[in-house]
């Protein structure tokens, strides 16, 4: 029983005034991944996440959470801290151990990974979602609902042993829908009290045009780079007109030092077809004012350039031909 409730780790934080008009993040999850290696060898590692924002980082050695945003420890008092760590740093010792003394019985084979995610879900005005849930091998495994635990279908006879083995701690499981349907929220309140200003951030993204590596011969690679934006939701295509181009292929979201995102997008045309062509950049920072990249603005830079700088060399060469002919 101890094991699992060791396992679980929330922060206990008082309640807290919700705010309607703040619209930010709405979801908090811890995530515990243990990777297993050999009967005597195991690495953890610890994070969590205000939707896709991470707030703290763990010492796995240590056992200390590391506070990442000013904000991160919320309203919770320095001894719910250190509570909280020694939880999460005896849960990463005694949760390995429910698997390594299963791995016959559950057909484990090393190497392999085991993750645990829990948190809760805000709907303001409605009742939250608590959830909470283990994979193995990156596939879902069981999921804790309603004081028990379910076997996902994709876990086979593997996910029913492991659900059957955590249903008998009956007293252990009540208090896991205490935490997940009470603690988390008011967690999770506290957080978006404490760094409302931060979360509420608005940077404007900067965004220009270049080309990439020449896909072949006739052919062009445009590339839209949009830097230093918060938050991080984005939305950038290329467009001809008002159609999106289905080619257009997203590369990921890159974090800055100071916070901000970068982000490019890519599309492979012929050179005959880049005519017409722009990059749209949609983000919450332009209050609806997008930015719009044309790529016939961009091409002369280079074109005039070598307008200019041809006929120049033509002509410095002639007038030094004339130079040494006279």
């Keep these: 029983m101890l094991l699992l409730q060791l396992v679980l780790l929330t922060v206990l934080v008082p309640g807290g005034d919700s705010d309607d008009d703040f619209q930010g993040p709405n979801s908090f999850r811890i995530i515990l991944t243990t990777s297993f290696y050999n009967r005597s060898w195991t690495q953890n590692l610890g994070s969590a996440w205000l939707d896709e924002l991470q707030t703290h980082g763990w010492d796995s050695k240590t056992g200390i959470?590391?506070?990442?945003?000013?904000?991160s420890k919320g309203n919770f008092s320095n001894r719910e801290l250190m509570e909280q760590e020694r939880s999460l740093?005896?849960?990463?010792?005694?949760?390995?151990?429910?698997?390594?003394?299963?791995?016959?019985?559950?057909?484990?084979?090393?190497?392999?990974?085991?993750?645990?995610?829990?948190?809760?879900?805000?709907?303001?005005?409605?009742a939250s979602?608590?959830?909470?849930?283990?994979?193995?091998?990156?596939?879902?495994?069981?999921?804790?609902?309603?004081?028990?635990?379910?076997?996902?279908?994709?876990?086979?006879?593997?996910?029913?042993?492991v659900s059957k083995l955590f249903n008998q701690y009956h007293v252990v499981n009540l208090r896991i829908q205490a935490h997940v349907n009470d603690i988390c929220p008011r967690f999770l309140l506290g957080l978006l009290g404490a760094g409302k200003a931060d979360l509420q951030r608005q940077v404007k993204p900067e965004a220009w045009l270049s080309t990439g590596p020449s896909p072949g011969p006739g052919r062009l690679l445009l590339v839209c780079h949009v830097s230093g934006f918060y938050p991080k939701p984005v939305w950038v295509t290329w467009m001809q007109g008002e159609q999106e181009q289905p080619g257009t292929r997203r590369g990921d979201i890159l974090p800055h030092a100071d916070g901000t995102w970068y982000l490019q997008t890519s599309l492979d045309v012929e050179t005959r077809e880049a005519a017409g062509l722009s990059c749209r950049v949609?983000?919450?920072?332009?209050?609806?004012?997008d930015i719009v990249l044309y790529w016939e603005q961009h091409r002369p830079v280079g074109l005039v350039f070598l307008a200019v700088l041809v006929p120049l060399v033509l002509l410095a060469g002639l007038a030094f031909w004339f130079w040494k002919r006279w």
């Design 89 to 126: 740093h005896a849960a990463s010792i005694a949760f390995p151990l429910i698997f390594q003394n299963h791995v016959s019985q559950w057909q484990l084979e090393y190497p392999f990974q085991v993750q645990l995610v829990k948190g809760c879900v805000l709907r303001f005005g409605e």
């Design 282 to 289: 949609r983000h919450s920072s332009l209050e609806g004012q």
């Design 65 to 71: 959470l590391i506070h990442l945003r000013p904000w």
């Design 129 to 161: 979602i608590g959830f909470l849930w283990i994979a193995y091998q990156g596939s879902d495994l069981v999921s804790f609902q309603n004081t028990s635990w379910w076997p996902s279908p994709k876990g086979g006879k593997r996910a029913q042993q």
